[in-house]
């Protein structure tokens, strides 16, 4: 996305014409460096401390929440999405976790981006994306924020299997490689 995002494609200049991206590239890199990819070196899984994140035990959570913050009370600043990406263990495809709005209008809006996703993503999943309160999934960024920000803001969670992606049809999987994931 990074790669992207700095390239010379005409589209990706035109982002950066009109909107300002905030990267944070990894909250868990000492998690990372050992190995693990959901907990930190101390053990916690970071995705569930959205709520109440330490300084001292999850300070890249800590930091990252107050910039949001930041640009949440800003006049200066419109905050518009906030996504985040993850890795999955067990299912196939992208697809994503979004949260539930009791306004229709507010929930169609929501749905828009995943439905962009799937037009322009072979493997993207609009039928595997979810939207949901699952009270399991309170402290993660998607539900915390989701709460937090106005409803002109959208949360998701952006969900890429390790392995594979199904195109629809197909009797086989397409395994990810660095091949398949380089942008055109």
Known sequence: IIDFLVSQHPTAKSLRDHLIFK???MLNPDGVYLGNYRCSL????LNR????????AHPTLYGVKQLILEMHNSHKTSLEFYIDIHAHSTM?????YGNIFEQEELFQRQAIFPKLLCRNAEDFSFSSTS??????KAGTGRRFLGGLLDNSSY?????VS?????LS????????TEETCILS
Not at 42 to 45: N, T
Not at 49 to 56: I, R
Not at 169 to 176: E, N, Q, T
């Open 162 to 166: 390790f392995y594979s992606y199904m």
């Open 92 to 96: 196939m495809n992208g697809f994503m």
């Open 42 to 45: 101390m053990g916690f899984d």
């Open 23 to 25: 990267i944070a590239p």
């Open 169 to 176: 049809g197909a009797s086989s999987a397409i395994p990810y």
């Open 49 to 56: 401390h959205w709520q109440d994140p330490s300084p001292w």
């Open 131 to 136: 939207f949901n309160r699952d009270t399991m």
């Open 155 to 159: 949360c998701y969670t952006l969900e």
